[in-house]
């Protein structure tokens, strides 16, 4: 479904962020993307989707292949037409809008079948129900990580890939947010890609693992051959 082919980035036409980084994902993985602060996993995310111009980075060499056909060069609109979504670290939406407003504004994307996904929506977040007419400022930073990654399925993804989704939430929450990762890989179909620091959760529910370190792919395992001391050694390096 998506292949990276010996992908380098630079920012500012100097700093490289990504040194010869491939990795190969088939339809139905969930694949844990890991990596210690500064390796490289925002960077290759935004690579992916196409954001890395708007921060004066650049993919300098390779190929990024979906279903088959190059999204390298594609700006950001038509990446998400493809199929692909990214929800980015941070949690950004129009916090002064209405929940209702901020899905519909997701959905724009992809008009075809958005009543059906709104419905989705609110049965995979049925908290949310009871709020549509409330700001999105209003919800807590668990609600809100909940409110983007429903408003990434309004984009209609073949593939969601989310930015360190457990950033600052309680370990409740945590477990509340991937619970809904599993339900929409196993339930929806989705093709996930997550990355985080270090998640025991995660690996509980990967089907791949990759670790960046640098810019680099230092290691594809199977979940099973992936223990918390494994990468720490690794990050400690
Ligand atoms: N906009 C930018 N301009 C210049 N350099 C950047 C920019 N964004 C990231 N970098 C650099 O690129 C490298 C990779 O950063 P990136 O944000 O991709 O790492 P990360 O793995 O997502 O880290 P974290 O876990 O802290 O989010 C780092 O050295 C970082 O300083
Ligand atoms: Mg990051």
């Known amino acids: 479904m998506l292949a990276v082919n010996d992908v380098f980035a630079v920012y500012d036409g100097a700093i490289t962020a990504l040194e010869q980084v491939s990795l190969s994902i088939g ?17 290759l995310l935004k690579a992916i989707v196409g954001m890395l111009p708007f921060e004066r980075g650049e993919v300098t060499a390779g190929d990024i292949l979906f279903e088959g056909a190059s999204v390298r060069g594609c700006h950001p609109a038509v990446v998400s037409r493809r199929g692909i979504a990214l929800v980015q670290d941070g949690r950004q939406c129009f916090r002064e809008l209405s929940i209702a407003e901020n899905l519909r504004a997701a959905s724009l994307v992809s008009r075809q079948g958005a009543a059906d996904r709104f419905e989705m929506v609110l049965h995979y977040f049925p908290f949310l129900k009871e709020m549509l007419d409330r700001p999105a400022g209003v919800l807590s930073g668990g609600q809100l990580q909940m409110l983007v990654i429903g408003m990434a399925i309004m984009s209609k993804p073949k593939l969601l890939m989310l930015d360190e989704p457990s950033l600052g939430l309680s370990p409740v929450m945590v477990q509340s947010v991937f619970d809904v990762v599993e339900r929409l890989h196993r339930e929806a179909g989705l093709t996930v890609i997550v990355a985080e620091q270090t998640v025991p959760r995660l690996l509980k529910l990967a089907t791949d693992v990759y670790v960046v370190s640098r810019g680099r792919i230092v290691m594809h395992a199977p979940p099973s051959e992936m223990t918390e001391e494994r990468l720490q050694r690794i990050y400690l390096n």
Do not use: F, I, R
Not at 27 to 43: I, Q
């Open 27 to 43: 339809p139905g993985s969930l694949v844990a993307l890991l990596g210690p602060n500064g390796a490289g996993k925002t960077t």
